[in-house]
């Protein structure tokens, strides 16, 4: 019962409840397939529109399944349409997983997008580079997402080109240095080449050579005969067989001749070079030849010294001795034959070895070891033993020098003995009579004292004691300085350095020598040099006797006569008396030599009669004179007057008297006093008076204000200039301070200034700055004390110059030394001392600091087409919108270019540096209108971290300089922050770019040919060129390798232009006899149409070379002829001209447009192998080939297949109109050699297949 009541329930409730859920979500479901249906009919009609972007919608509910496709989203993935509706995100890209795919819509709301890059996997199995925008609907529930795919294939392409087109202009500078290091390099860089026939010539030779032989390059470049013929006839033959032998051997090549230059005569070179034999048998020398005539004329004085050497030490009296390392004997001239008396019945170093055995022998051999073991000489005496020839023993003195090779090693020494034994033998002879001397000197009553050569005593007698009161051993060894540091007898000291100097004697008669009792007691000292044998002074001998009781007496006689005269003749002036006698006439008892001086008088001619004196007088002063004379005379007053004479020889001179009157016992009247020439004062006065009316001149004219205050700092006295400078107040300004008036802050200061140089007394110049209105005035001011008599400051002169204009020129080469000229950045100076300031600042405080680089992108594009004056704009404005984007205390700077930079100190987070770099990029995508046209830019940005990425700022630099080029490679507009892997992949790009620059001088690059046919008859009709680096390590570098880094570097100019010579060399080769040519074509860069003179360079290879311009094709890319440029055009128009053929290469992988095929002048276009590879099983591809094969026959353009390797691509080929094809089924690249020998031939090695097609 229970459970059929249970049941009952369950059947009533419970599954009526069911049934409802169910129903609600069935609704649903159908809600929301009406939703997908509705939304699949909205967006058909509109994607379908769609032509160029691949479309697909997607259900979020179901993994993302594709709900619908356009036509482009088939023909990109590769499958048919029923096939795309099944896939998910997950079938194509690689990246995705179903998690990602579930986590990606589980993020999106209704009116979300995003927009990234990524990569597809098409049918083909093909990674294609593609970008990506996702947008998200919700429509009653039911949530899609729209997704447009763009192939981004070939903007990828274009980026790598650009960039290595910057690479390139690197690389052009580098060969620039390059050049200018061979140009300035003393000698000359050569390349001589030996043909197989045995004709010499040197191709290449750098411009030094006119130095070394008069020639230039292109004289020697075909045949070096003129060059030979200035070597020297007697060198020539030895330098051909040199080289014959470097030929055979391939040794290196290395002789030393001479030669005959047309201006500089006969002179020595040497020449080195390393051989290489070349596949056609001839040999290459590369070398280097230099003038060496300098060399060899050192090396002939050298030879010219040792003979002189020889000359010198065999007539030296001296004995010479030369020693090996191993201190054996190896020379000795005859004189030290003569004093060892060393037979010559035995062997010189047998002989002298006993002479070691003896104990002087052995001493000097020690000290011959010593030299040779320090390397340092050696100078010594020694007593040599009796030899058996000789009674007595020698005295010789020795100087023993270390000997060295030209490179510096140690290869002997070199002994020179000097007999000294009759030196010696006087010595002796000398201390006999010195012990003579002493016994002589001992018991002589005067004070004697003698004196070596350094003014040292070597003796004083007991005498000498006894007077000065001085121990003889307080003074012996010592000089007088030394012995009495008083300075008493200094003069005596300075006398005996003359003796010494000049052998004369010197004598002293009034020497003051002190007592115990403090007199002085006064000395006549004579000093007398002694001389030795030789006639060189040995010493000084002083003899002193007391004189100081005679000089007393001599004094006391002489004393009152010099008393009397003294004062008349010490004196500047003429003293006298005049007599004016009771009868009126005048005389002058006595007067001083100096008369004759002042008046042109002698004493005698005014003794008894002083008219002719009288008569000196200035006929317009004299009555004056006679006047003030009488009223003295009269009052008995002192007579002072200034006068002027007539001086027979000095003519007018001012005087000046004083004299005092007396009474004379006869009546008459007697003056005492002196007469002074007064002239000069009397000049120097009027100069005085002219210069101070000339200064006061000065200073009330002069621009700059003037003004004169006293100690407390008040005016007394301003110039013209400064009292309108200051209102023309004169009563405000003197008198008063600068604070008082005019007042104000710079007043104050100039106040305190002026205080400092009143109270230091010392001169201050300063620059002082005010406002006057608007403007900033600055003034140069200098401050000068001026001392009264006391050697106090009186007064204080300043001098005021306006030198507001100098200051504003001082600022203006400040801000430009510091600041870009165009768009008033800092520059890179001040930006480094900004960081240096920063790495301060962060390492006190702990902070971190970001450094940003970043580079507009395609602005040289922008540049180069729209004008430099666009350019300019166009920076100035991003440098603006730089600044918003940034802190007021950042620091914003442009490097150069389109080059910026970016210091963002005290950052506390990394997110912090992403933010403000995504606020950059954010600004700068924003649209330019600049010269009337909307311009969009955007920029890579690269950014270091201090101190996390380095601490150095050159590191710094470099590492975020580094980012920068990562995030242009990651597709530019964005920023990166540094990796140490950047660094890696730099050190790896410029390490293949370092060898890339030396790759064609060594010849390491070769050119390949691979062969191209005629489809319908299988002839061979022409070759591509193909450069390859065989690169010793490496083995054969990939072109994809390295090409990129010599267009980026600028290397590919230098290249391209070698590549077309060698294969324009190589076509006149194989075409030499030929009644049908074959063609060679040459890829050109870009940068050869961009940065060289093409047309120029292709003129003078034809020339070179002979090659017909109809031999030669030249393949350019579908970009260059996009950028329609006219110089473009112009060049291809020119090249047309001479008669070569254009071909278009790789077309149909660009962004083709095809308006260019008629606008310029092509002839041919290349199929790229992406289309060729997948034919005939590929439909789309078959139908793209068939369509340019329609396009170029509409237009007469011939066309090549590239990448043709089965019968079938080329069956297929030929049936629908190809004529030419290359590729592996014809023949692989092969080397000149290999290619010459299937021309010869007439076929490719796999012409078989070319021969069936033809059959066909």
Not at 251 to 268: I, L, N, Y
Not at 305 to 322: C, G, M, T, Y
Not at 769 to 782: L, S
Not at 826 to 836: A, F, G, K, T
Request: charged share 25%; net charge negative; glycine share 6%.
């Amino acid at each position: 019962m229970y459970w059929y009541a249970l049941f009952a329930f369950a059947a009533l409730v419970i599954f009526p409840v069911l049934c409802a859920c169910f129903i609600v979500r069935l609704a649903r479901w159908m809600n929301r397939f009406r939703v997908l249906a509705r939304e699949g009919a909205m967006f058909r009609d509109m994607i379908d529109l769609v032509r160029d972007v691949a479309v697909t919608v997607h259900d979020m509910e179901d993994g993302g399944r594709v709900i619908y496709a356009n036509d482009a989203a088939c023909l990109h993935f590769g499958v048919s349409r029923a096939t795309l509706l099944t896939w998910r995100p997950t079938n194509w890209n690689p990246h995705f997983d179903a998690s990602d795919v579930e986590a990606l819509y589980r993020t999106f709301k209704s009116g979300d997008s995003v927009v990234f890059e990524t990569e597809h996997r098409v049918a083909s199995g093909e990674l294609v580079p593609v970008e990506v925008m996702q947008l998200c609907q919700v429509r009653e529930g039911a949530r899609i997402t729209i997704g447009y795919t763009r192939d981004i294939r070939a903007r990828k392409a274009e980026e790598a080109r650009r960039l290595e087109y910057e690479r390139n202009q690197s690389e052009l500078a580098g060969l620039g240095r390059l050049s200018r290091f061979i140009g300035n390099t003393p000698g000359y860089f050569y390349t001589v080449v030996q043909r197989p026939d045995g004709s010499i010539a040197m191709p290449f030779a750098s411009p030094g050579i006119h130095e070394i032989y008069g020639l230039r390059p292109e004289d020697v470049e075909q045949d070096v005969s003129r060059l030979v013929a200035t070597i020297h006839p007697d060198d020539e033959v030895r330098n051909l067989a040199a080289m014959a032998e470097s030929a055979r051997t391939m040794s290196p090549f290395h002789v030393e001749f001479r030669v005959h230059h047309p201006e500089k005569g006969g002179r020595w070179v040497e020449a080195r070079s390393q051989p290489q034999r070349e596949p056609d048998g001839s040999v290459l020398w590369h070398g280097f030849t230099h003038d060496i005539t300098e060399r060899k004329q050192m090396e002939l004085a050298l030879i010219a010294s040792k003979q002189e050497f020889h000359i010198l030490a065999e007539n030296l009296p001296d004995s010479i001795v030369r020693y090996d390392r191993n201190a054996r004997h190896i020379y000795l001239n005859p004189s030290a034959w003569r004093e060892l008396a060393v037979g010559t019945s035995e062997l010189p170093n047998a002989a002298l070895d006993k002479l070691w055995d003896t104990p002087s022998g052995a001493f000097y051999r020690r000290k011959v070891q010593q030299v040779l073991d320090t390397s340092s000489p050696v100078e010594f005496e020694f007593v040599a033993d009796p030899l058996p020839s000789k009674s007595e023993a020698r005295y010789y003195h020795v100087h023993v020098v270390p000997e060295y090779s030209h490179d510096g090693q140690l290869i002997g020494a070199l002994g020179r003995a000097h007999d000294i034994s009759e030196r010696k033998r006087a010595e002796k002879m000398l201390i006999q009579r010195e012990r003579e001397f002493h016994s002589l000197a001992e018991n002589l009553p005067d004070n004697l004292a003698r004196w070596d050569r350094e003014g040292r005593y070597l003796y004083v007698n007991p005498t000498h004691e006894s007077t000065l009161r001085v121990p003889a051993a307080h003074v012996l060894g010592k000089t007088i300085g030394e012995a009495f540091p008083d300075g008493r007898f200094t003069p005596v000291e300075q006398a005996i350095a003359t003796v010494i100097e000049t052998g004369q004697p010197q004598r002293f008669t009034r020497q003051p020598v002190p007592q115990e009792d403090g007199t002085m007691r006064l000395h006549e000292i004579s000093l007398t040099p002694e001389w030795n044998a030789h006639g060189e002074i040995m010493a000084v001998l002083a003899i002193g006797r007391d004189m100081t009781e005679q000089f007393r007496l001599q004094t006391a006689i002489a004393s009152r006569e010099q008393e009397l005269r003294a004062l008349a003749e010490s004196s500047p002036g003429m003293m006298g008396s005049f007599h004016l006698r009771p009868d009126g006439t005048v005389c002058m008892p006595y007067v001083s030599p100096n008369i004759l001086e002042h008046f042109g008088l002698h004493p005698q001619d005014v003794v008894d009669d002083a008219t002719p004196l009288l008569m000196r007088n200035h006929p317009d002063d004299a009555r004056r004179v006679q006047e003030s004379i009488a009223e003295s005379a009269r009052t008995m007053l002192p007579w002072r007057e200034e006068y002027r004479i007539l001086h027979p020889t000095l003519g007018e001179r001012w005087m000046e008297s004083h004299t005092k009157p007396q009474r004379h016992p006869d009546g008459g009247i007697v003056w005492h006093g002196y007469v002074c020439d007064i002239t000069e004062r009397k000049r120097m006065e009027e100069l005085l008076r002219k210069r101070a009316r000339e200064f006061r001149a000065l200073v009330e004219n002069s621009p700059d204000t003037i003004a004169r205050y006293d100690r407390d700092c008040r005016r007394v006295y301003a110039n013209p200039r400064m009292v309108a400078d200051m209102g023309g107040d004169m009563v405000r300004i003197l008198g008063t301070t600068p604070a008082q008036f005019p007042g104000g802050a710079s007043a104050l200061e100039y106040e305190n200034i002026l205080r400092q140089v009143c109270e230091r007394g010392e001169e201050r110049n300063f620059e002082l700055r005010w406002k006057t209105g608007d403007a900033e005035v600055c003034t140069q001011v200098r401050m000068t004390p001026e001392f009264d008599g006391a050697g106090e400051v009186a007064h204080v002169l300043a001098v005021g110059r306006d030198i507001t204009e100098i200051d504003q020129y001082r600022k203006q080469i400040h801000h430009q030394a510091f600041s870009d000229a165009l768009t008033g950045l800092p520059n890179r100076m001040l930006l480094s001392d900004r960081i240096h300031q920063a790495i301060a600042d962060a390492a006190y405080h702990g902070h971190q600091f970001g450094l940003m680089m970043l580079d507009l992108d395609n602005f040289k594009e922008i540049n180069d087409t729209m004008g430099h004056g666009v350019g300019d704009e166009l920076l100035r404005t991003a440098a603006k919108r730089l600044l918003a984007c940034v802190r007021s205390y950042d620091t914003v700077a442009r490097l150069g270019g389109d080059e910026f930079s970016v210091l963002l100190p005290n950052m506390r987070r990394g997110d912090d540096l992403a933010t403000i770099a995504g606020k950059i990029l954010h600004e700068l995508a924003e649209p330019f209108v600049l010269d009337g046209q909307e311009l969009f830019v955007t920029c890579s940005i690269g950014i270091a971290l201090y101190p996390a990425d380095s601490t150095e700022i050159d590191a710094l630099y470099k590492y975020a300089d580094s980012a920068m080029y990562h995030a242009k490679k990651m597709g530019r507009n964005n920023f990166q922050f540094y990796e140490p892997e950047f660094t890696v992949r730099s050190q790896e790009r410029m390490e293949v770019e370092t060898a890339l620059r030396k790759a064609q001088e060594k010849g390491e690059l070769v050119l390949y040919y691979q062969p191209q046919i005629e489809l319908q008859t299988g002839r061979l009709v022409s070759a591509e060129a193909l450069l390859r680096w065989q690169r010793p390590g490496h083995g054969m570098v990939a072109p994809d390798r390295f090409i990129p880094i010599a267009e980026a570097s600028g290397m590919i100019l230098g290249i391209g232009e070698w590549v077309l010579l060698s294969a324009c060399q190589d076509a006149v080769c194989w075409n030499r006899g030929r009644a049908t040519p074959v063609r060679v074509a040459v890829n050109l860069s870009t940068r050869q149409f961009i940065r060289n003179d093409l047309v120029g360079a292709v003129r003078r290879v034809l020339a070179e070379t002979g090659c017909s311009p109809a031999w030669l094709e030249l393949e350019i890319t579908e970009s260059l002829l996009l950028e329609d440029s006219t110089e473009v055009a112009a060049m291809l128009a020119a090249l047309h001209e001479i008669g070569l053929s254009i071909s278009i290469d790789d077309f149909g992988t660009g962004y083709s447009a095809l308006s260019y095929l008629s606008r310029f002048p092509v002839s041919q276009i290349k199929i790229d192998r992406s289309f060729v590879s997948e034919i005939p099983a590929q439909r789309n591809k078959c139908e793209l080939v068939k369509a340019m094969l329609s396009i170029a026959s509409a237009l007469h353009l011939e066309t090549v297949a590239e990448g043709v390797e089965t019968i079938e691509q080329a069956e297929y080929l030929t049936a629908h109109g190809c004529r030419l094809a290359q590729g592996y089924l014809f023949g692989r690249p092969m080397r000149l050699a290999e290619f010459e020998a299937i021309v010869a031939a007439g076929l490719p090695a796999q012409g078989q297949a070319t021969r069936a097609i033809a059959l066909c």
